[in-house]
């Protein structure tokens, strides 16, 4: 069996492709949170482990789960026609526990998370969440599925938030970057390259890019390109100096989409709807 259960460096799951060796660790009940991935002999993802040991704190690294909202909202109020709703910043998947399983084709692993008393006090929708991870050859393919329980029609946002090892935050250069960007420290648009420049002050900009973004790490010779995906396909930046690493995120809405309806993603009553991504590694 590919998936086993470790309890060093600490207690997580471990799966390893049976065909080329990569390997992902989960810890499905701190948010379904994938923790590292190994490609080739290369871990690509930044991962604090002593932070994580202190569960009162926010996670820093891996691959937290944004749902139903990324970003955070005016007052974290969540107006909705069943009323108004407390809903912290990027939702609750991050924090609840998911169910794990491998696929059956043995490629990768299922994550599940379905409403629960807590998440319907601040989201009144019955949903199911379903992340589909597979390992392949110099890439990490990931799909999701988001079901609609409800009687009611369901609003949401889905996005990603993988923190990336770099060696040098100065050494770091994009490619696939338009022009303007949404500067979420300032909430105005500004120049992309002038933000960028400033990654080692720390960034957290959303972009609308025409295809893929690269994110490359030119002194570790390493390159991570984030294949975008429609309704998947908003790419937000963030840098948190001075650790080396930075984010480069797929959303599906920008900041209150369930409010402001841009890219609001809404599903009737019993539908569901695929989003894919991919993450290539040269």
Request: net charge negative; charged share 20%.
């Amino acid at each position: 069996m590919a998936l086993v259960q470790r309890d060093s460096p600490y207690p997580h799951w471990e799966f390893e492709h049976p065909g080329h060796g990569d390997l992902l660790r989960l810890v499905p009940e701190r948010g379904g949170l994938v923790t590292g991935w190994r490609c080739g002999s290369e871990e690509i993802l930044y991962f604090d482990a002593e932070r994580f040991a202190d569960p009162a704190k926010s996670v820093r690294g891996g691959i937290p789960v944004l749902f139903p909202i990324c970003g955070g909202l005016p007052g974290d109020q969540l107006p909705l026609p069943q009323g108004s709703f407390v809903l912290p910043q990027h939702g609750f998947a991050r924090d609840q526990s998911w169910q794990l399983g491998e696929l059956a084709d043995g490629s990768g692993v299922r994550l599940q998370l379905s409403d629960n008393p807590a998440t319907r006090r601040v989201y009144p929708f019955a949903f199911e969440l379903t992340l589909e991870l597979r390992p392949e050859p110099g890439a990490l393919a990931i799909g999701a599925t988001v079901t609609n329980r409800s009687a009611d029609a369901m609003p949401f946002s889905l996005g990603l938030h993988p923190y990336f090892a770099v060696s040098d935050l100065a050494g770091v250069r994009f490619e696939g970057l338009p022009e303007r960007c949404l500067n979420h420290l300032t909430m105005a648009e500004e120049a992309t390259a002038a933000q960028i420049e400033r990654i080692g002050q720390g960034i957290d900009l959303l972009v609308r890019p025409m295809g893929n973004v690269r994110l490359i790490d030119q002194v570790g010779g390493r390159s991570v390109e984030l294949q975008t995906s429609h309704p998947l396909d908003l790419v937000v930046l963030w840098s948190d100096p001075p650790r080396p690493m930075v984010c480069l995120e797929p959303w599906s809405g920008p900041r209150s989409a369930l409010i402001s309806g841009d890219r609001r993603l809404e599903l009737a009553p019993g539908a569901n709807m695929a989003l894919t991504t991919r993450y290539a590694v040269r």
